[in-house]
């Protein structure tokens, strides 16, 4: 929101904390815990921090092009990079610094479909530490962090929580978080508390008080090929508008329909295309992707 009568808000195109440390503290001291367990609650609460950092941060890269610098983060252990558009801008390749200071060169390989800011970047090296890709679970007054590089400051650690989800199928199909970005966290993750990727650092509002967005991870999955092969789903894809049942439940209408899948399962997938049904069993995870036509 505004912060004066007459001047609109300010939107940047990338999305630092108020930590849940101060927070845990104030509420174990109003509650009347004991010091010990008040220690030992801070230091459990530092500790699993602390080792989300040490899960993601290797897997954050620094995208530059020029003056612009951004943020993104392997989806593959073959080199392949998330990141927003218009960290990417129009540009065929990008400058990626790893975290082990690496400095590599990228090429932009996908951008996103129906101007989604979203871009896939691919760099030349095997062995890279891929975040796994979530989002199933996200709710309001869901817990998330980030590691991005905002204003420059490189691999920067960021906690908060989500404060609005927009579905899908809005004009702005993103989830608000109040955690602390700044310009330069664009294109990076936003993680649950197991280290998985429900989202992709966007926007925020300058002159406001951490009012930040994200893309959600379901709408890259939808919008970007490339990422089909490394999400633990079933990828439908079939004419737009066409409502697709999975195992007796509808899944949700074409062109492209994510399951969520995290067991080796057999998919029952039905479907109405024209006047004819169709029907078809689907083995996960042998088989990923599923067209009808």
């Known amino acids: 929101m505004s912060r004066g009568a007459s001047s609109a808000p300010t939107i940047w195109r990338s999305p630092r904390t108020l930590g849940a440390l101060a927070a845990l503290a104030s509420v174990l001291t109003a509650s009347g815990v004991p010091t010990s367990s008040r220690g030992d609650a801070l230091a459990e609460l530092e500790r699993q921090q602390q080792e989300l950092f040490q899960l993601v941060a290797p897997s954050v890269v620094f995208i530059s092009r020029g003056d612009a610098l951004g943020s993104g983060f392997f989806v593959s252990d073959s080199g392949l990079i998330l990141t927003n558009a218009h960290v990417v801008g129009k540009s065929k390749t990008v ?6 200071g690496a400095r590599l ?12 800011d979203l871009a896939l970047v691919q760099v030349g090296i095997r ?41 899908l199928g809005a004009e702005r199909p993103v989830f608000q978080t109040q955690i602390p970005l700044n310009p330069g966290n664009s294109g990076g993750p936003v993680v649950d508390r197991a280290g998985r990727v429900v989202g992709i650092v966007t926007a925020g509002i300058e002159k406001s008080n951490n009012v930040n967005f994200a893309i959600r ?7 970007l090929a490339g990422l089909a092969p490394f999400c633990n789903c079933l990828l439908i894809e079939i004419p737009a508008g066409t409502p697709v049942y999975v ?23 039905q479907a109405v295309i024209g006047t004819a049904m169709r029907e078809l069993e689907a083995a996960w995870p042998e088989e990923r992707i599923i067209k009808l036509e």
């Open 127 to 167: 062995g890279t530490r891929p975040l796994p890709l979530g989002g199933g679970s996200l709710q309001v007054g869901s817990w998330v962090a980030s590691v991005g590089h905002g204003l420059g400051g490189a691999w920067t650690f960021t906690t908060g929580m989500v404060s609005n989800i927009y579905p």
């Open 95 to 100: 400058t990626v610094l790893l975290n082990d």
């Open 105 to 116: 060169q990228g090429e932009v390989v996908e951008r996103a479909a129906d101007d989604v």
């Open 247 to 269: 195992d007796g439940k509808l899944a949700g209408k074409g062109p492209r329909i994510l399951v969520p899948a995290s067991a080796p399962h057999r998919f029952r997938i």
């Open 217 to 223: 991870v379901e709408l890259a999955l939808q919008k």
